[in-house]
Each structure stands twice: as structure tokens, then as C-alpha cells.
């Protein structure tokens, strides 16, 4: 057993000696992310702000000679293995190692060799928080198999390898933002992300040197009818184009919008056109306040996204405006739900002496409803996936 105490990378070496004997040949961390602005954008071929968290999935590996890869988890406590057979299509693996069985997939499928590996993984990103433990996991075990291998995978092409291992292997379909963010994220810096073309701009985002923090708040709420409701969202996005005849909603410009919204016959659709189309201006207008330096304004920006998921697209639950509310009243800048919807996290961007403060304010505002506890982190933009030395 490990120490929770301990770091997740000595977490992930301790695991791998008691587990193998020996040390591993490295460890490489792959952080969570969390979105700053941009809330179902991606697959309307828009735009996002996420930024890599300080809480990290860390792989302590080593090769070994067989075409065979053996897995243990800290957070299970089980010991996986698989060979080629398993990796030979996709679905073989299930459960958690199949998170680890796709990369092997997809970087074979992409015609590289793959090393067989004995692989520890510890980690400190929530599961089920909306903070991208599947893609922390999937980057990890990436960078610890090219480096392994000596393999050559340029890092514009990585993120989409570990979307295509999640997306076919391990059957989850998710965009391209939450590889893209673990894998490519700086410290002191949001990723600008364009999901039509995946071109990407490093923005600074410098909390420290303007005195502020951004809370992330665990919900703790149960993810309601999240699979479905996520698919409607998208079939109305996709209806609301198809209407206005054009490829995505990214093509219809916020002055474009009372146009395009007399157009459409349905309520609904209309509403959900809304919030795609205001939500691109907004990552739009982030983007331009933080190259100006001007950290302190993206507050209302952050609120009017979250006023947007509430009323026009509906994805929030009384546990996360709660929290929202609690924060912006005990003097957040700013504060809105990030994720899919549903449950998951709030993030609010306060100032850096204030955590404590606004911490209370949101876990009394939860004992008053009788809501489960949040779990809270202060955060700062960290870096993406790399090898540890």
C-alpha cells in the first residue's frame, strides 16, 4: 500500500517498486484541466480557454520484453494485464484499463511499435469531477510509451492519438479540448484552442502577478441524466445549424445573431444557438482582455457564461448554482460551472488572500440546503504533460 500523503510521484515509484521490484526508468505526469471559458463550443467547431491544473496522474514505468503490459492502479488496487491480442481491436480492455489498452491501440493502429511496459499510476484528479481524469490518465501513459519507445509523435498530433484511443477504444465521445489542454498547456498560460482547425495560442494568464486564484469547487453532485441530456444539446446544436445553413454554429458571428435566432421556428433550439454563438464571443473577448494583461475583467465574462448554461442551455443542477451564487456573493470576481453539465465543478476567479473566505461562504450556503460538502482547490495554471526528472 502507498501513503496518500505522499506525492503522486512518489506515490506512482513507491507503487511500481512494491509492485514490481526495483525502479522504474521514469515517471511522467499528465496534469486535469479545467475549462476557463467556452462551454460546449467544441463541437460546434469553436472555441475554448482551458488551463492545466497543478493535480496531476503521474506513470512510473519501465519496458519489459514481452509484447505485454502489465498495470497496476493505486486508486483500485488492482494489477491489470494484456497483450496483443487485446490491443488487436478496439473493446477488449474494459474498465479502467481500458484507458490505458487504447493508447497501446491507437499508437499501434498509427503504426508504431510499442514497447511491452510494466506501468504504477497514482494520481490526485477526482474521477467523475469533470476535471479530465480519463484524458491526465491517457496523456500519462502516452508520454511514458514514446519515451519508452523512442518513438517520434510530434505533440500538435498527440492529443488527437488520445482522443482516437477514448473515443474508439475505450467507446467515450468526447471532443478534442481535454487531450489538448493535458498535453499542450504551459504553466502561467490558458490554451486558446480553435476546434475547427486545432491550432492553439499560448495566453498569459498570469493570477499570480495580479494577486488573484481561481477556486475550484467539487459540486459533489450526483451527474444527473448527463449522457443523454449531452447528446440532446448536441442534436439541437447540429439542428440549429443544419437551419441557418451553415457547417457549425462557430459561423454564425454575434452580430449575426438576431438574424439568425428569427429564423429559427423552435424555442429551444433557439436558445441553445443562443448560448454557442454568445459563449464563442465571450472566449473571444477573454482571449483579448488577458493578452491586455487585464486579468482582473474577465470576471462578468465568466458570470454571463454561466447565467448563459443556466437559462439558454440548461445543463446546470441546484448543488452548482448554489455554489456560483455563494461565491460571487462572498466577493468572487467571478465564478461559472465548467464541464459538460449536470454536476461537476465551479471555478471562481478570487482574490489569492480570500480562499479561505470564500470557501465558507460556499460550504454554508450548501449545510443551509442540505447538500453534500463541495470539495475545494485553489489552483494555478500549470503544465502539461511531461516527463518528471
Same mark, same amino acid.
Given at each position: ?49 482551458p ?22 492502479s ?53 474521477l467523475?469531477?469533470?476535471?479530465s ?5 491517457e496523456s500519462?501513459?502516452?508520454?511514458a ?34 487531450? %489538448? ?12 484552442l ?5 491550432? *492553439? ?7 499570480d ?6 477556486? *475550484?469547487?467539487? %459540486?459533489r ?14 442534436r %439541437?446544436?447540429?439542428?440549429g445549424?443544419s ?29 441553445? *444557438? ?15 482582455l488577458?493578452?491586455?494583461a ?9 458570470t454571463?457564461?454561466?447565467v ?16 456560483v ?12 460551472m465548467?464541464?459538460?453539465?449536470f ?15 470564500v ?8 449545510a443551509?440546503?442540505?447538500f ?8 494555478l495554471? %500549470? ?6 526528472p
Amino acid at each position: 500500500m502507498t501513503d496518500p500523503t505522499r506525492a503522486v510521484e512518489d506515490r506512482a515509484a513507491a507503487g511500481f517498486t512494491t509492485q514490481y521490484g526495483g525502479q522504474a526508468a521514469g515517471r511522467w505526469a499528465a496534469p486535469g484541466r479545467v475549462n476557463l471559458i467556452g462551454e460546449h463550443t467544441d463541437y460546434n467547431e469553436g472555441f475554448v480557454l482551458p488551463f492545466a491544473l497543478p493535480l496531476r496522474t503521474v506513470v512510473a514505468a519501465d519496458r519489459q520484453d514481452a509484447e505485454q503490459w502489465t498495470v497496476w492502479s493505486e486508486l483500485s488496487g488492482e494489477t491489470i494485464t494484456f497483450g496483443a491480442d487485446d490491443v488487436a481491436e478496439a473493446g477488449r480492455v474494459t474498465g479502467w484499463g481500458a484507458y490505458v489498452a487504447g493508447v497501446v491501440w491507437a499508437l499501434r493502429e498509427a503504426g508504431h511499435r510499442v514497447p511491452g511496459a510494466r506501468l504504477a499510476i497514482a494520481s490526485d484528479v477526482p474521477l467523475g469531477s469533470g476535471l479530465s481524469s480519463s484524458a491526465a490518465l491517457e496523456s500519462a501513459v502516452l508520454a511514458a510509451l514514446l519515451d519508452l519507445g523512442g518513438l517520434e509523435l510530434p505533440a500538435e498530433l498527440q492529443p488527437r492519438l488520445a482522443q482516437r484511443a477514448e473515443n474508439v477504444y475505450v467507446g467515450a465521445p468526447t471532443g478534442i479540448m481535454d487531450q %489538448s489542454a493535458v498535453i499542450r498547456c504551459c504553466a502561467g498560460h490558458a490554451l486558446f484552442l480553435d476546434c475547427r482547425d486545432e491550432s *492553439v495560442e499560448q495566453i498569459p494568464f498570469d493570477l499570480d502577478a495580479a494577486g488573484l486564484a481561481v477556486l *475550484v469547487i467539487d %459540486s459533489r453532485a450526483p451527474h444527473r441524466h448527463a449522457d443523454g441530456e449531452y447528446a440532446a444539446r448536441r442534436r %439541437s446544436c447540429e439542428a440549429g445549424a443544419s437551419a441557418l445553413g451553415v457547417p457549425a454554429l462557430r459561423d454564425v458571428g454575434v452580430d449575426q445573431l438576431d438574424t439568425a435566432l428569427a429564423q429559427l421556428d423552435d424555442e429551444e433550439t433557439r436558445r441553445r *444557438v443562443r448560448h454557442v454563438v454568445t459563449e464563442d464571443q465571450r472566449v473571444l473577448d477573454t482571449v483579448a482582455l488577458l493578452r491586455a494583461a487585464r486579468v482582473r475583467d474577465i470576471g462578468p465574462l465568466l458570470t454571463a457564461s454561466h447565467v448563459s448554461m443556466r437559462d439558454d442551455f440548461e445543463i446546470t443542477v441546484p448543488e452548482i448554482d448554489t455554489a456560483v451564487e455563494a461565491a460571487l456573493a462572498a466577493g468572487a470576481l467571478g465564478a461559472r460551472m465548467t464541464g459538460g453539465g449536470f454536476g461537476g465543478c465551479v471555478l471562481a476567479l478570487i482574490e489569492a488572500d480570500r480562499a479561505d473566505e470564500v470557501t465558507a461562504a460556499v460550504e454554508a450556503a450548501y449545510a443551509e440546503r442540505g447538500f453534500t460538502a463541495p470539495g475545494t482547490v485553489t489552483v494555478l495554471p %500549470s503544465p502539461g504533460a511531461t516527463r518528471l526528472p
